[in-house]
């Protein structure tokens, strides 16, 4: 079983679109992140939840929301899509703030 | 100038060779993570270390905390090992993770 699962691997859109990308982890971790890797491959934290609440928010556009419904739950929704938020996002979780990560395999985003 | 660098960027060597790839940090830290993520594009952690050394396999990790440097070296390397290797460390007051940006590996048999 997959631990940490992220849908859809590929996401193709037109600017000015509204995409969610879902992320799920079944280890039972309190703590799950969004990352952001760039054409450069260049990996940045955008956020970062801790039981459902959001300890991490970095400077990111707020046409992003994360959405954690559940401690195993923490969804990324993307209004009014750019072409320069085009990228591989990755899930993440582990155990605590500072433990062990564990990453999904990524959506790679592209927006025409 | 990133508060993590890694060296060196690009790193070829021959089956079997001893590798080293560095990781120099500016920031206060709790903890520091060596990651690889293969060509697919998989991101997977392979250590976590707030202090001295660690070994997993062919594998071995070392931090030293007041020279606020890492080290990650892989013996009889492989052409398995051909990825690109990140350093992230885990920043004290905030807990947020900062990445380097990275080292690519290739392995030649």
């Known amino acids: 079983d997959t631990a940490v699962s992220q849908t859809p691997k590929y996401l193709v859109t037109q600017m000015g679109n509204d995409k969610s990308i879902k992320c799920e982890q079944n280890l039972g971790h309190d703590t799950m992140y969004w990352y952001k890797q760039d054409s450069k491959k260049f990996l940045k934290i955008m956020f970062s939840y801790n039981n459902k609440e959001l300890i991490i928010n970095e400077t990111v556009p707020n046409r992003f929301s994360p959405k954690s419904p559940d401690k195993a739950h923490l969804n990324l929704h993307i209004n009014s899509l750019e072409l320069g938020d085009s990228a591989v996002y990755f899930c993440a979780s582990s155990q605590t703030v500072s433990g062990k990560l564990f990453f999904g395999s990524g959506t790679q985003l592209s927006v025409l | 100038k990133n508060e993590v660098e890694q060296s060196p960027q690009n790193l070829t060597a021959q089956e079997g060779e001893f590798i080293t790839i560095n990781c120099s940090y500016s920031?206060?830290?709790?903890?520091l993570h060596w990651l690889q993520q293969h060509p697919g594009g998989g991101i997977v952690s392979l250590f976590m270390?707030?202090?001295g050394k660690k070994k997993h396999g062919r594998l071995i990790a070392t931090i030293n905390i007041q020279e606020k440097h890492s080290s990650l070296h892989i013996t009889a390397s492989h052409p398995r090992d051909s990825a690109v290797y990140i350093c992230?460390?885990?920043?004290?007051?905030?807990?947020?993770?900062?990445f380097g940006t990275g080292t690519l590996l290739a392995v030649q048999p």
């Open positions: 270390l707030s202090s």
């Open positions: 920031v206060g830290i709790s903890a």
């Open positions: 992230a460390v885990v920043r004290g007051a905030t807990n947020k993770l900062i």
